[in-house]
């Protein structure tokens, strides 16, 4: 089965600097992962997503993510934050291999932007 | 192409009542999700159906029920509503083949008393 972790349930950052937020996963079989935001009082948008392939990935709104399979890990960055940032977002994955129909979300980081 | 709808987007109940939520998509995807979202805990799912005609119980299906009444539609059904389902509710949608990103409706929010 697979799992996702998010470390940091809140990360506020100052508008311009870097945005990072942490996802670690497990998995037994090559995953899929996707990255989604959700603005305030909306439904969740993806923002970017990895098969296969190249393991940098290039998102939406400047958004990019790298898959490292030796650290099971697929952050989220973001070089300049800008106040239109705030959100939450949400990490998953999903195991096509093992047939798998369900998409597996973490738990969730809130991002502040601080002007 | 309004991808996918949910309606209603704020319901209040009281202990006991019950109610359908109706979700719809018209980008002709073959598999529909129910998902509730409470705070730090993301996103969990209730239900879902593969295909039109099939439906699968998902992380947390107890206190509901579901339709698919054709591909594009798929409802979520409290028949007693408790306090402990006061939750956002999303729906998604995605093409099955060889897509496995989601779309998500814009929620509703329940309130049960």
């Known amino acids: 089965a697979q799992s996702v972790t998010q470390l940091g349930s809140h990360v506020s950052v100052s508008e311009g600097a870097l945005v990072l937020l942490r996802c670690n996963y497990s998995?037994?079989?090559?995953?899929?992962l996707f990255w989604y935001v959700q603005y305030p009082n909306q439904g969740l948008q993806l923002l970017l997503k990895y098969t296969t392939g190249a393991t940098l990935v290039k998102g939406i709104n400047g958004f990019e993510a790298e898959f490292k399979k030796s650290e099971t890990s697929f952050h989220l960055t973001k070089p300049s934050a800008h106040m239109s940032d705030a959100a939450e977002y949400f990490c998953a994955v999903i195991a096509p291999l093992q047939g798998a129909q369900k998409l597996v979300f973490g738990q969730g980081t809130r991002l502040t932007i601080n002007p | 192409n309004a991808g996918v709808t949910q309606t209603p987007k704020f319901q209040v109940l009281k202990t006991g009542q019950s109610m359908t939520l109706q979700c719809a998509q018209d980008m002709n995807h073959n598999s529909m999700y129910w998902y509730r979202q409470d705070p730090g805990m993301g996103l969990r799912l209730i239900y879902y159906?593969?295909?039109?005609?099939?439906?699968d119980k998902g992380e947390v299906p107890n206190g509901y029920n579901v339709s698919r009444l054709n591909k594009r539609e798929f409802s979520l059904r409290l028949e007693s509503a408790a306090p402990s389902q006061t939750s956002v509710y999303f729906c998604?949608?995605?093409?099955?083949?060889?897509?496995?990103?989601?779309?998500f409706g814009p929620g509703t929010r329940l309130t049960v008393t």
């Open positions: 159906s593969a295909s039109e005609g099939t439906t």
């Open positions: 998604a949608s995605r093409r099955q083949i060889w897509s496995y990103e989601q779309y």
């Open positions: 998995s037994s079989v090559p995953p899929y």
